[in-house]
């Protein structure tokens, strides 16, 4: 016989010696109203309880009158498991700031470390350039230094199918493990637990419970990246400058990782020829919100549970109390804060927790509340809307519904000044060119968001257009593109300085070695002249300001895989509050669109610029964003000829844009090149190409393996 109902109290630990009943003696019953897990409906509910005393008997009653009004039971906006809660918030954009400080708070842990990744590499730099110093900083290193100081470590990271992606978890966990008995991991799910590839796609990492790293960042190779994303490292391992080691100089669109436990300190791209892709993210750090941990316990229980022989040896965990003045020792060297000024409540930001949860990934009825706090803040926005993602599908979920009827609303209310920007990459992060035959998944995914945004009578533009709306008044879709150069070497020993390194890992999981240079023989023979390269900024956030006042940012993609709750596993924060203007939620957006525009730093003369993006809905902001897209796509087409491109509508188009590159062509000279894009690019926003290939079927191929998949695990 086991129990029904089992309640977690916040703190509590009730001790019973025996909970089989005994009939010769009667029970006690106690009737209580409990709201459902939905909290739409409360529940009389009747327990019988069987304690061997009198006094034990009061505990019980007690525990149970608590736990009707507990925090956690009941109703939450947008349906999640977690109440909103003060807490201090700030963000980072992209790679480097975040890591630097996940690194200086991962030292700073004193009790326990939670990580939640979709993929995690022992052997990532988190401060860098590579030089002797980045090795105190290398993640494997770094974990294990905490865990000979005495620090629980608990990861769990998504257990990948190995045929479809490179991740190598297997790598990730035994290598870990093997550093010390104090570092737990688990890899979930098991490939027979469920027959189509969703995955735990959530990036945390959680500090002594109550600080909190998370966003769209895996701990991972490929993700750290500067404002500026640059496309080019040439620099010699052995000079302690180069930034990107190995593998970690990525371009997903022309090769993916390759066998990253034995390889990864190898470079698989030719730096002289092929730009990386860089990488735009944004994450933050939550203090004084307990949730994320109570989240890492819940999913870390369950694992333990489902598969209880595989992890015999692994404890079962107790989900936190909540914020305390012991557990927030390092609260002053995460944020810059007092605990009193932490206490008095100055500062701080409404925050909750939400995330995509179910049975199979959590073992909890399914929670889409990233979802619904996707939907609740659209409907709600009153002025403007600014989103930055990764996906934008909307097959069965609710977002592009909710983005249709805001709209709508402010078209028949006469709010022309209502203004919707939406940023994402150019193309799918696959490899290959788009006209590729073994490019199915690429086309696919393009397909899915095209016919949500634009193409066909059900797509956003197509249902607003029918309405009689120009949806062009209200939403501008836009991208991110940059370029650079790469130096001339002027003889062989110049060549050879300029060659990274490519150092064989020993075992276990060593350091790439600072003073080794490996000569390539492509680059020891003749000089070699400057080239000028081109890529697009990879947008890779999962993120929307609402009004400068409320943000959601987390893992989660705009697409039905990230918010249906019964597919991938996610987790995202919502910040701030509905007619309070937060400086938190103003400045990450500031922050975003001051990089995309070239903005950034103290430049005097960017201040009339800055001051236009203060408002989305004036035209002054309509204005600088648009031209500055306009002619930043004019120069990168003009010099690259770049893909995608809203001139190309056919396949035929396609070949002859292609091949009609002026560089290529020998008819523009690098120097040339160069000054025309000194001259006119600003930052690295382009206009997103609506019209790319609108003419064709962007499918996969009659044949192609995609066409034998569920169509859902690419949207």
């Not at 690194?103 to 009790?111: D, K, L, Q, Y």
């Not at 629980?152 to 990271?157: E, F, K, P």
């Amino acid at each position: 016989m086991h129990p029904e109902k089992v309640v977690l109290l916040h703190g509590a630990v009730i001790d019973v010696e025996d909970h089989y009943p005994r009939l010769t003696k009667p029970y006690v019953l106690l009737s209580i109203t409990l709201p459902s897990s939905t909290g739409t409906t409360r529940q009389r509910t009747t327990y019988r309880i069987k304690p061997d005393n009198p006094r034990d008997q009061a505990v019980l009653v007690h525990a149970l009158k608590v736990a009707a009004r507990h925090p956690y039971i009941g109703s939450h906006p947008h349906g999640s498991f977690a109440p909103p809660q003060p807490a201090h918030v700030e963000y980072f954009v992209d790679g480097q700031d975040y890591f630097e400080r996940v690194a200086e708070g991962i030292s700073n842990a004193r009790h326990t470390i939670y990580i939640l990744d979709w993929w995690l590499t022992p052997e990532l730099y988190l401060k860098r350039p590579m030089n002797e110093g980045a090795e105190k900083w290398r993640l494997d290193r770094l974990l294990q230094r905490k865990a000979e100081e005495g620090v629980y470590i608990y990861i769990i990271v998504y257990k990948e199918i190995a045929a479809a992606l490179s991740l190598n978890s297997f790598h990730t966990k035994f290598t870990l493990m093997g550093l010390h008995p104090n570092i737990r991991v688990i890899r979930d799910p098991d490939a027979l637990d469920h027959l189509i590839p969703w995955s735990h796609h959530a990036k945390m990492v959680c500090i002594d419970e109550v600080v909190t790293f998370m966003g769209g960042l895996d701990l991972c190779m490929g993700r750290w990246d500067r404002h500026d994303h640059p496309l080019v490292d040439v620099a010699p391992l052995n000079t302690g400058e180069q930034v990107f080691p190995g593998q970690d100089y990525s371009n997903p669109r022309i090769a993916d990782f390759v066998n990253v436990d034995t390889t990864w300190a190898i470079d698989i791209l030719d730096r002289r020829k092929q730009p990386r892709m860089p990488w735009h993210d944004v994450a933050c750090v939550v203090v004084g919100n307990p949730d994320s941990a109570r989240h890492f316990v819940q999913r870390w229980n369950y694992h333990l549970t489902v598969n209880r022989p595989a992890h015999l040896q692994l404890p079962m965990l107790i989900p936190p109390c909540g914020p305390s003045r012991h557990s927030l020792h390092h609260l002053s060297a995460v944020s810059g804060m007092s605990l009193d000024a932490f206490y008095s409540g100055h500062h701080l930001v409404a925050t909750q927790l939400c995330r995509s949860l179910s049975p199979w990934s959590g073992g909890v009825p399914i929670e889409r509340s990233i979802h619904d706090a996707y939907v609740d803040l659209i409907r709600e926005s009153r002025h403007n809307i600014y989103i930055e993602q990764q996906f934008f599908c909307c097959v069965v979920n609710n977002v592009g519904d909710a983005l249709f009827d805001r709209v709508m609303r402010a078209h028949c209310e006469g709010q022309h000044d209502f203004r919707i920007v939406v940023c994402l990459p150019l193309l799918p992060a696959f490899t290959g060119e788009v006209d590729a035959s073994g490019a199915g998944t690429l086309r696919m995914v393009m397909n899915f968001q095209y016919t949500t945004i634009s193409r066909g009578p059900d797509s956003l533009y197509g249902r607003l257009n029918k309405a009689g709306v120009d949806a062009t008044k209200y939403m501008i879709f836009s991208a991110l593109r940059t370029w650079d150069k790469v130096p001339a070497v002027g003889t062989s020993a110049d060549a050879a300085a300029a060659t990274s390194a490519p150092v064989p890992p020993i075992t276990p999981s060593p350091p790439v070695s600072v003073g080794t240079s490996v000569v390539a023989s492509s680059t020891t023979t003749a000089r070699q002249q400057a080239k000028v390269l081109t890529e697009m900024v990879y947008i890779h956030t999962k993120c929307m300001v609402v009004d400068d006042e409320r943000a959601i940012l987390g893992s989660a993609n705009l697409n039905d895989r990230s918010l249906l709750g019964d597919r991938d596993s996610e987790l995202a924060h919502v910040f701030g509050t509905s007619g309070v203007p937060s400086p938190v939620v103003r400045g990450l957006r500031m922050q975003l669109m001051r990089e995309h525009c070239g903005l950034l730093g103290a430049d005097h003369d960017h201040a009339p610029k800055v001051a236009a993006l203060a408002d989305l809905s004036s035209p002054e902001f309509l204005d600088l964003w648009t031209s500055t897209a306009a002619t930043n796509t004019r120069a990168f087409r003009d010099v690259f000829r770049c893909i995608p491109d809203d001139s190309i509508t056919t396949w035929d188009e396609y070949k002859a844009f292609v091949g009609s590159a002026p560089m290529a062509a020998g008819a523009l000279s690098v120097a040339d090149a160069t000054r025309r894009l000194e001259t006119d690019v600003r930052g690295h926003l382009v206009e997103f190409p609506l019209k790319f290939l609108e003419k064709e079927n962007l499918g996969a191929n009659t044949f192609s393996a995609e066409n034998f998949m569920p169509a859902d695990i690419f949207a």
